[in-house]
């Protein structure tokens, strides 16, 4: 009996751990990287089937100080980083409907990165999380700040090289903040960090490293389930990582190999595996099995697939990756074969995706629409939505869609959500390219 109980409070622990995920996607909110569930995925009304104005409208724009930091997203409220005149990084919440300013927080916190990463600026970069009361933003001098999001008043500050005595990091604090109950996860202080999301406690340090221009991470982490236990993923800039969230236990390590430490994409979850690719080298799966509580990882496959800076969606058991050679991909993630490759793009997309479609935003401001499929790459339809570089990731809530530009926030709405567009077929194609 009291095993049968134990099995059943497992089994409600794991519905109310992914409850707030859940209920944020289901109520319009793109609270933090990547969205609710960390993965890309947009729920609600199936989108339509082109991107052109009187489909896609622009409802409203905000010019903003630059940054590469994407928009998060309230039920109400748009929430948006910059870096202001090379000095201060400021936040601004923006009315939803409107683009009315709302509340505007600032704090001394520039840096310049190194001379040969300067030609992308050296604006704010993470993007922050937000968890229905508080707004958590990554400044570049590798700080933390808590913001009341009603309000914008600063409710905690941590300052990790001052606390912690470590370098700052070369290219800045470029991990996004990972939300989860009442902790958040971060990449700073040259370590893998767990705080209290009240106070901003530290409540353990894993994963050091020498900080510095080698130990800054790009990688944002997630949390998941492998092998039947649920942990922390952590891609630094040598390895992946396993880590027990409430311990702080590292469960298991594998190295990735890369060039210079260039481990940037953010490590995707793939049954009992982990995907992930470095610059100038591979793609891989790494695949997780436990037994007597200890892990075992195992290389599945590797492939000459080489991702950058963008981290795939997943559908239907296929990897959709944009590549350091700026060219689009379709990877099987059971067997690690290339389906096929298209002609090249710009150097960096975010991407995101509503069952078999993807959205992919271009760092040249560009907007595509694509049909997912491991026969050949379809184009259904693309815009250009902005004449300036769109780094940020875009953030996609119910039928709106918002397009952070360098100096400037777009909200486009889909009005045509509900119309029969919504079936219709590629409008044009593009061909592939190996």
Do not use: H
């Given at each position: 009996m009291l095993?049968?109980?134990?099995?059943?409070?497992?089994?409600?622990?794991?519905?109310?751990?992914?409850?707030?995920?859940?209920?944020?996607?289901?109520?319009?909110?793109?609270?933090?990287?990547r969205g609710p569930n960390r993965d890309g995925q947009v729920q609600g009304a199936p989108w339509p089937g082109t991107l052109d104005e009187e489909t896609l409208v622009r409802r409203w724009r905000v010019e903003l100080p630059p940054g590469y930091s994407g928009p998060v997203v309230s039920e109400s409220a748009v929430f948006v980083a910059g870096t202001e005149d090379k000095k201060n990084e400021v936040v601004l919440a923006?009315?939803?409907?409107?683009?009315?300013?709302?509340?505007?927080?600032?704090?001394?916190?520039?840096?310049?990165?190194?001379?040969?990463?300067?030609?992308?600026g050296s604006w704010i970069r993470a993007t922050p999380a937000f968890d229905g009361e508080s707004l958590y933003v990554a400044g570049m001098r590798d700080v933390l700040v808590s913001l009341n999001a009603a309000t914008g008043g600063i409710q905690w500050r941590v300052?990790?090289?001052?606390?912690?005595?470590?370098?700052?990091?070369?290219?800045?604090?470029?991990?996004?903040?990972?939300?989860?109950?009442?902790?958040?996860?971060?990449?700073?202080?040259?370590?893998?960090?767990?705080?209290?999301?009240?106070?901003?406690?530290?409540?353990?340090?894993?994963?050091?490293?020498?900080?510095?221009?080698?130990?800054s991470a790009f990688s944002s982490p997630i949390i998941t389930t492998l092998a039947g236990k649920r942990q922390l993923v952590v891609q630094t800039r040598l390895k992946l990582a396993g880590v027990d969230p409430d311990s702080g236990d590292v469960l298991w390590e594998q190295e990735v190999p890369n060039f210079r430490g260039m481990n940037i994409l953010t490590p995707v979850r793939f049954e009992d595996g982990?995907?992930?690719?470095?610059?100038?080298?591979?793609?891989?799966l790494y695949n997780a099995a436990r037994a007597d509580g200890k892990f075992e990882i195992t290389e599945a496959w590797d492939s000459n697939t080489r991702g950058y800076m963008s981290t795939p969606v997943v559908i239907n058991g296929h990897a959709y990756l944009h590549l350091q050679n700026q060219r689009f991909?379709?990877?099987?993630?059971?067997?690690?074969?290339?389906?096929?490759?298209?002609?090249?793009?710009?150097?960096?997309?975010s991407l995101v995706a509503q069952g078999d479609r993807i959205l992919a935003l271009d760092n040249q401001g560009k907007l595509l629409l694509i049909q997912a499929s491991p026969e050949k790459f379809e184009l259904i339809d693309e815009r250009t939505v902005s004449e300036e570089e769109t780094w940020a990731h875009l953030a996609v809530s119910n039928q709106d869609v918002f397009v952070r530009e360098l100096k400037a926030v777009s909200a486009f709405r889909w009005e045509a959500g509900q119309k029969a567009e919504q079936s219709a077929g590629p409008k044009k194609s593009k061909p592939r390219s190996n």
């Open positions: 095993l049968n109980r134990t099995a059943a409070l497992s089994v409600i622990c794991l519905v109310l751990q992914s409850f707030p995920a859940l209920a944020a996607d289901e109520a319009g909110v793109w609270n933090q990287w923006l009315d939803r409907a409107t683009g009315k300013e709302l509340w505007r927080a600032s704090w001394p916190g520039a840096m310049s990165v190194p001379f040969f990463a300067a030609s992308n300052d990790f090289a001052e606390q912690l005595e470590t370098p700052l990091p070369a290219f800045g604090f470029a991990s996004s903040p990972l939300l989860d109950g009442d902790f958040l996860y971060v990449q700073a202080g040259a370590a893998f960090l767990k705080l209290e999301k009240a106070t901003g406690n530290i409540v353990w340090r894993v994963l050091s490293d020498k900080g510095g221009m080698m130990g982990i995907f992930t690719s470095s610059y100038q080298n591979k793609a891989w991909a379709c990877i099987d993630l059971k067997t690690g074969e290339r389906k096929w490759t298209s002609q090249p793009f710009g150097k960096y997309w």
